[in-house]
């Protein structure tokens, strides 16, 4: 898969050092993989959530949340959130 905006996830990790290997591991992770479902995505990562508008949202750890939205048909993800629980709560997933 394509990755759109991957300077979002550098500069994200590089302020909070605690999420940083997650962050780059699931970046190579997602990178290699082919994606053409939200079934395929959940094969590869049980706890994600699929919502509406092409949103998926990953826990890359207890207290952080990735938001991308995936366009399966010309295998790019877009990078639309990362942030802390306490954050992800205040937005509206399908509309980021």
């Known amino acids: 898969m ?6 979002t996830l550098r500069e994200y990790w590089q302020t909070h050092r605690d999420v940083e290997g997650q962050l ?3 970046y190579r992770r997602a990178k290699k993989a082919k994606w053409q479902t939200p079934d395929d995505v959940k094969k590869d ?3 994600a959530s699929i919502v509406a508008n092409n949103r ?3 826990d890359i750890t207890r207290n ?4 991308v939205k995936i366009r399966y ?3 790019i993800i ?3 959130f990362i942030g802390a629980h306490t954050e992800y709560d205040r937005i ?3 509309q980021v």
């Open 24 to 26: 780059r591991a699931w």
């Open 56 to 58: 998926v949202v990953f």
């Open 45 to 47: 990562y049980p706890s």
């Open 78 to 80: 877009y990078i639309r």
């Open 2 to 7: 394509r990755i759109i905006a991957v300077r």
């Open 92 to 94: 509206d997933v399908t």
């Open 64 to 67: 952080y949340r990735l938001v």
């Open 73 to 75: 048909n010309i295998g």
